[in-house]
């Protein structure tokens, strides 16, 4: 069983920056082996695939949050991480950390089985 926590979350202008991270324990494996992203949820909307990242470092991304946002990975400390720059209203969202071992499209919420609680981030304009 696979456990994320994330943090970082909080309130913040147009404008500023926030750094997500997302901490992966409770296996025997390191996230060396994993396929993360990070996905968003605003009240009364579908969840969304925010950014992704494989087990060969490719990132993939919405085009929403190209150039803006910048997903990494440390295995060694097995945390994922999310550097949001340049943050809009529209980005107030709760943010969730997810993961698995095989996935086809990294910005599908589906092809992922780990997912953590969740960290709210809030612009303001």
């Known amino acids: 069983q696979v456990q994320l926590v994330e943090s970082g979350g909080g309130s913040v202008q147009a404008g500023g920056s926030l750094r997500l991270s997302c901490a992966a324990s409770g296996y025997s494996y390191s996230t060396y082996y994993m396929d993360m992203g990070w996905f968003r949820q605003a009240p009364g909307k579908e969840r969304e695939g925010v950014a992704a990242i494989d087990r060969d470092d490719r990132t993939t991304y919405a085009d929403s949050v190209k150039g803006r946002f910048t997903i990494s990975k440390d295995n060694a400390k097995n945390t994922l991480y999310l550097q949001m720059n340049k943050l809009k209203p529209e980005d107030t969202a709760m943010y969730y950390c997810?993961?698995?071992?095989?996935?086809?499209?990294?910005?599908?919420?589906?092809?992922?089985?780990?997912w953590g609680q969740g960290t709210q981030v809030t612009v303001s304009s």
């Open positions: 997810a993961a698995d071992f095989r996935v086809v499209d990294g910005l599908t919420s589906s092809e992922y089985k780990y």
